[in-house]
T-cell receptor, first 115, second 110 residues
Framework: EPEVTQTPSHQVTQMGQEVILRCVPI?????FYWYRQILGQKVEFLVS????????KSEIFDDQFSVERPDGSNFTLKIRSTKLEDSAMYFC?????????????FGPGTRLTVL | DAKTTQPPSMDCAEGRAANLPCNHS???????VYWYRQIHSQGPQYIIH???NNETNEMASLIITEDRKSSTLILPHATLRDTAVYYC???????????FGAGTTVTVRA
């Protein structure tokens, strides 16, 4: 069964450093998402991406964040200058189309720890 | 998206059916009811979704009331591996994001 994959599974970085989280969505999917979950809190939407541009973003997704689909298979989330409060699980998701029956499928997540 | 209300937690005996309620009294006609679950800190896992009719798949059944103001997710024979947080989400057709609430923490006990 096709699945969303994410790398690395755990990333440790120093405050102020740049990090790139990588995702490989399901191959025929067209819509891509990033969510995050701070320990003990709800899963929060960050950004959605379609047709090589951001379609929606949350208040969390400020100028420190960017997304890219560099090569037609990977989908990346970059945090330019990490802060302690960026420590969280980051989940990538993808879905095939716009129908209400289309389902978002999530990857296993990347645990980001900012020291 | 319409708001949903779920009980914060529930216990279930292994091998028995688990019935998870969800209220979505402000749901509108084009909104689907989706259920996901999250086991520990893993990525949310899709379970099932429906619009008006009851639905069943290999994981669960979804019962939606006729007025669509509430629904019940049924895990027919709960196992210890079904221990997770279960999220009921109402989503508009072609909406881009999923809005997760606190969900129901289901603990299956041997």
């Amino acid at each position: 069964e096709p699945e969303v994959t994410q790398t690395p599974s755990h990333q440790v970085t120093q405050m102020g450093q740049e990090v790139i989280l990588r995702c490989v969505p399901i191959s025929n999917h067209l819509y891509f998402y990033w969510y995050r979950q701070i320990l003990g809190q709800k899963v929060e939407f960050l950004v959605s991406f379609y047709n090589n541009e951001i379609s929606e973003k949350s208040e969390i997704f400020d100028d420190q964040f960017s997304v890219e689909r560099p090569d037609g298979s990977n989908f990346t989330l970059k945090i330019r200058s990490t802060k302690l409060e960026d420590s969280a699980m980051y989940f990538c998701a993808s879905k095939s189309g716009t129908s209400g029956t289309d389902t978002q499928y999530f990857g296993p997540g990347t645990r980001l720890t900012v020291l | 998206d319409a708001k949903t209300t779920q009980p914060p937690s529930m216990d279930c005996a292994e091998g028995r059916a688990a019935n998870l309620p969800c209220n979505h009294s402000t749901i509108s006609g084009n909104e689907y009811v989706y259920w996901y679950r999250q086991i520990h800190s893993q990525g949310p896992q899709y379970i099932i979704h429906g619009l008006k009719n009851n639905e069943t798949n290999e994981m669960a059944s979804l019962i939606i009331t006729e007025d669509r103001k509430s629904s019940t997710l049924i895990l027919p024979h709960a196992t210890l591996r079904d221990t997770a947080v279960y999220y009921c989400i109402v989503r508009v057709d072609a909406d881009y994001k999923l809005s997760f609430g606190a969900g129901t923490t289901v603990t299956v006990r041997a």
